[in-house]
């Protein structure tokens, strides 16, 4: 019973094909393969835009290189106060952009909105010498909660984010899980809601190590080839990353890993809200359920072997929090989550205490 995290799932086996025929091909190094060509194209095609395409091998080189193209290091990046930039990245952030301050905004169930980003962007006024000036907002999708933000949504926050001069940046290391669940395009989601800048995710997705940093607007990646390059994501053999991405993206696989991911949390989530003591703290819009669980049931599943996280959070209301004798959990499915899995855990938190 994996449900720790969608990084300890393996690798789809068209990806893992893709790689091993990539590398019995010599090819030019650093990227300046057909590969990874291949990839930008299929990424343009993906976005309905031409976009500036660039590979990394994780989730924080993607993020903390995407902010060091929009933020200045006297800036502040304006992001949820439980983002992945702010609180799991080790200050890479911070460190890619010369230091620039990232600013958590509260928002529950992971989400920001346009009242809290107003609101904080009034403490930075532009201008003000002793103040870090406004550069950056970044919005998870899908969000540390599970939760998705819907085309609109982002819209009127990068509205907010333009009108204060700010540059948009989407962490998108789940992006295909919160695509297949919104029912829009992916350029819905991005661009045409006014997202500059996506760190598009593929490693939690079925990918062994592959990420992609995509700009939408041109003229912010003119320099970002020298940022990858020292910072020391540039790999030799970049055609391995060129293999997976354009692996992942070939007959929409992305979106069926995704669908399978996303389709094992719904079965999840369905099967624990019917438990005893058990609720779902936000809806599950994603491929991770956050479950409020009696302690004795908590205990079950580790007994039996079910490898999970206990989460802490700010953004579930106060009314929704673990009360005593509870445990809040997270949940996380991937496209090799087994039928199986479900059902034994759903069982043990069925089962009499």
Not at 180 to 203: H, K, M, N, Q, Y
Not at 288 to 299: L, N
Not at 326 to 331: D, I, N, P
């Amino acid at each position: 019973m994996q449900f720790a995290s969608d990084n300890g799932a393996g690798v789809a086996p068209e990806i893992l094909e893709a790689i091993a025929a990539s590398s019995r091909v010599n090819a030019p190094a650093y990227g300046a393969d057909d590969f990874s060509a291949r990839a930008a194209a299929a990424l343009s095609e993906v976005f309905e835009t031409k976009v500036a395409a660039f590979l990394v091998a994780t989730g924080t080189a993607a993020n903390a290189l995407a902010l060091s193209a929009l933020a200045r290091p006297w800036e502040a990046v304006f992001c949820h106060e439980e983002a992945h930039i702010h609180d799991d990245e080790c200050g890479a952030p911070e460190l890619f952009t010369g230091g620039a301050k990232l600013v958590g905004v509260a928002g529950e169930a992971g989400k920001l909105t346009p009242d809290a980003l107003r609101e904080t962007l009034a403490r930075f006024p532009r201008g003000l010498v002793k103040s870090p000036q406004p550069g950056a907002l970044s919005l998870s999708q899908a969000t540390e909660a599970g939760t998705i933000y819907r085309a609109d949504e982002i819209a009127d926050l990068c509205a907010i984010a333009r009108a204060a001069g700010v540059r948009t940046h989407m962490d998108g290391a789940r992006f295909a899980n919160a695509l297949v669940s919104s029912g829009r395009s992916p350029a819905d989601l991005t661009w045409r809601a006014g997202i500059e800048a996506l760190s598009f995710g593929a490693t939690k997705n079925g990918a062994l190590a592959c990420e992609a940093v995509v700009f939408f607007d041109p003229t912010l990646a003119e320099s970002f080839a020298y940022l990858r390059k020292r910072g020391g994501h540039t790999l030799s053999k970049g055609r391995l990353l060129g293999a997976q991405m354009e692996a992942y993206l070939k007959g929409d696989l992305w979106l069926q890993l995704a669908e399978r991911a996303n389709g094992a949390a719904a079965r999840l989530s369905r099967g624990l809200s019917t438990a005893p003591g058990v609720r779902i703290a936000w809806p599950t819009q994603a491929n991770e359920v956050f479950a409020v669980a009696p302690d004795a049931t908590a205990a079950a599943w580790r007994e039996a072997g079910a490898k999970f996280y206990e989460w802490t959070t700010r953004s579930l209301a106060p009314e929704r929090a673990p009360r005593a004798g509870e445990t809040l959990v997270r949940l996380v499915t991937s496209f090799e989550t087994a039928p199986e899995e479900i059902e034994r855990l759903v069982g043990l938190a069925a089962a009499p205490a």
